[in-house]
């Protein structure tokens, strides 16, 4: 009697997957539950050419805790899938009996040796954060153990274990990857509270012509064409919205966003008045007032003055919040009306020549420094001008 294939695979662990073949070696397609696959998978590895080991670039433990936070607190978490490898002598994919021998896609089986381990060749900090979760919630009653149990991770596998080939495919796939651009990625984020009363609340009123009903609002790029007609990006827009909210003490990503996201939760009628009042403001502003009224206003503008780079924007946000919320010298809509005199304009001239423009170019200086020493120089101009008004 002949055996079938999967009886000559005994003793093996089955996992249900899709073959197919890439760049001509044998791929599969499976997916286990994170408690299976940190029990499968080998440590990481990382690339060093010397000795000829590794794929992985070096771990940044930063990162890896926000995975695992992430995976810990969002039960509707979404990750993508982890790249693996094994020798063919530990793993085989068996296609159903009856697929056609020239069929690309197969459903099948993919048998793996008992013991064997997968090498992680792209998905190391994805890896590091499910081993992290999983060993903080090893109770069987825990939730988040529970929840990891009854959830899948999508794995695919290459049936290939030679080292050079996996370092070129690292490589070949970050060269492929394109991010999102901070808009995109930050406008869909609706966990995020900043975006939700943004984009729900704020960017769609019809009070702020600065926004035009959001479609001022650019959120496919985060630095809008020389000649668009769009006032800003969404990042620009929501990082000068929290700035306004909680100032500049605040240096680390991380930080900010927990301190903006608090402020919101404490008080989000009140940071949502703030934000509203803070771009009817400077929509008021006569230079930009008058842009907006005129064909091609924008882009003139933005070739004319500084009143529409980012930097700048971040700038009149932090001076704002200190004036108006942190020292209280004057209201916000007072800080506001103190900029109707100001000199925006690009040139030898400028007041922000030494900060946020470089005195020996005359171009824009980057960096936070640059405009954190801008909104220096806007908060002297408007609370001795406003004061004596």
């Given amino acids: ?36 696959y940190t029990g499968v998978v080998g440590p990481r ?29 969002t039960e509707e978490y979404v990750l993508n899938s982890i790249l693996v490898y094994i020798g063919e002598g530990d793993a085989k994919f068996v296609p159903d009996d009856g697929a056609p021998d ?14 064997a381990k ?25 939730d988040v153990y529970q929840r990891l149990a009854t959830s899948g991770q999508p794995i695919i596998v290459v049936l290939d274990d030679d080292q050079v080939r996996r370092a ?49 609002v650019e959120f496919l790029t985060d630095t809008p064409g020389k000649l668009s007609a769009k006032t800003m990006s969404y ?31 404490s008080d989000e009628k009140g940071s949502i008045s703030k934000i509203v009042d803070f771009w009817q403001g400077l929509g008021e502003l006569p230079t930009l007032e008058q842009a907006l009224g ?9 070739n004319d003055t500084w009143l529409l780079s980012a930097n700048l924007l971040y700038a009149i946000a932090a001076a704002v919040h200190k004036v108006a919320f942190e020292d209280k010298r004057l209201n916000l809509a007072a800080c506001m009306k ?13 007041p922000f020549v030494g900060t946020l423009v470089d005195p020996v170019t005359f171009k824009a200086v980057a960096g936070r420094g640059a405009w954190e020493g801008a909104a220096d120089v806007i908060v002297d101009y408007i609370s001795p001008a406003l004061t004596k008004n």
């Fill in 294 to 302: 005129r064909e091609k206003g924008v882009a003139l503008l933005r």
């Fill in 235 to 265: 990042k620009t827009l929501r990082y000068a919205s929290g700035t306004l909210l909680v100032g500049t003490g605040l240096r680390d990503t991380r930080g900010w966003e927990d301190a903006v996201e608090l402020k919101i939760a």
């Fill in 168 to 216: 070129q495919d690292f490589t070949d796939l970050q060269k492929n990857a394109k991010p999102l651009s901070a808009s995109i990625g930050q406008s869909m984020d609706r966990r995020s509270a900043l975006n939700r009363i943004l984009i729900e609340k704020i960017i769609k009123r019809n009070d702020i012509p600065i926004f035009t009903e959001g479609r001022r």
């Fill in 45 to 73: 590895e990382v690339w060093d050419p010397l000795s000829g080991g590794g794929t992985n670039r070096k771990e940044d433990k930063a990162h890896r805790q926000r995975i695992a936070k992430y995976i810990e607190e």
């Fill in 1 to 36: 009697m002949v055996e079938s294939k999967q009886q000559q695979m005994f003793g093996f662990v089955p996992y249900p997957a899709i073959g197919y073949r890439m760049g001509g070696r044998q791929m599969v397609a499976t997916a286990m539950t994170p408690i299976d």
């Fill in 118 to 142: 997968f090498k992680v060749g792209d998905g190391g900090h994805r890896t590091g954060a499910y081993t992290d979760v999983v060993e903080a919630h090893r109770d069987f009653n825990d």
């Fill in 102 to 115: 020239g069929q690309a896609v197969k459903t099948g089986v993919l048998y793996v040796r008992p013991g």
């Fill in 338 to 350: 103190g900029l109707h005199n100001f000199d925006f304009t690009r040139g030898s001239s400028s």
